[in-house]
């Protein structure tokens, strides 16, 4: 293994140590190490990272995030080899611009679940799960990939609670249930066990065969089911996504507590870690305005000008 290719093992385990998982950017430095083997570079500069960034088949954005992660990576590397440069962070600026949710009403959501309850009726346990996977996405906020990796040890109806394990940032986290999500669970679990007595694996979401459920199934089921219900286009990048039912969580719970008189800025905290967040600044996105979310933080606001008056 090359010297660079020691520092990247090197570097890649202390920052997972740290919590981070690294998929993408493990995939893209193990590209950059050999590339610099191609180019008979032993250390890291400038140009190099330059010359591997702008390959001329990348988009702004992906030049950018290339350059950033070298940087990072280089960073790391100059503390043992004094003859490494570090990218200065201005030599490829780009902006990442987050896609505008899609902002679900009530009826949508609910159209959306039955919608997917009666998916492909040869084969009762699809329906089922699609169906109750969204409908728990939409009243608990969950990250996809963290409801369907749920293990069957993890979802306590008894107690009316989750277990989020290793879940971003390597955390893990409790989520309480309201009993009426307890109870369509429950009878997702009967019908579940009903199905596949035997089951091959400890999931809580099964599909074919009771086999755990992967991320380009839901993708490609959600996909099939929001165009049926007309919140997508075929062959048309824009619309509802599933990672939208996060969204709604968000605003609904924010609704609930404006309507309640709750101090809903006191009470942020909370929902930044129902949601699994480090800090209340990452919740931030997910509070995008809706006409009634405006028209009550402004009573709220102009309740509290009279106050002080």
Known sequence: MSTLGLHLERYLKLRRQLGYKLRVTEILLRNFVRFAQEESATFITTKLALRWATQPHLKPVQR??????????????????????????????????????????????????????KISPEDPIKGATLGTLLGLLAVTGLRVGEAFALDRKDVDLKRNLLTIRRA??????????????????????????????????????????????????????????ACRTGLRQPGNRHGARIHDLRHYFAIQTLLNWYRAGSDVE???PELATYLGHVHVRDSYWYLSATPELLKLATLRLERAGKGRK
């Not at 490829?92 to 009530?106: A, D, E, N, V």
């Open 64 to 117: 950018g995030n290339r350059l950033g992660m070298v940087r990072r990576f280089a960073e790391h590397v100059s503390a043992v080899d004094a003859r490494t440069e570090v990218p200065p962070q201005k030599l490829l600026p780009y902006q990442f611009r987050r896609r505008p949710p899609h902002i679900f009403g009530k009826p949508e959501v609910g159209q959306l679940i039955d919608a997917a309850h």
């Open 168 to 225: 971003k940032g390597n955390k893990s986290r409790l989520v309480p249930l309201h009993p009426s999500a307890s109870k369509a669970l429950q009878e997702y679990a009967e019908l579940r066990d009903r199905l596949f007595p035997q089951p091959p694996t400890l999931c809580f979401f099964a599909w074919e065969r009771g086999q755990r459920l992967l991320h380009c199934t839901v993708h490609r089921w959600f996909l099939l089911v």
């Open 266 to 268: 006191a009470r942020l």
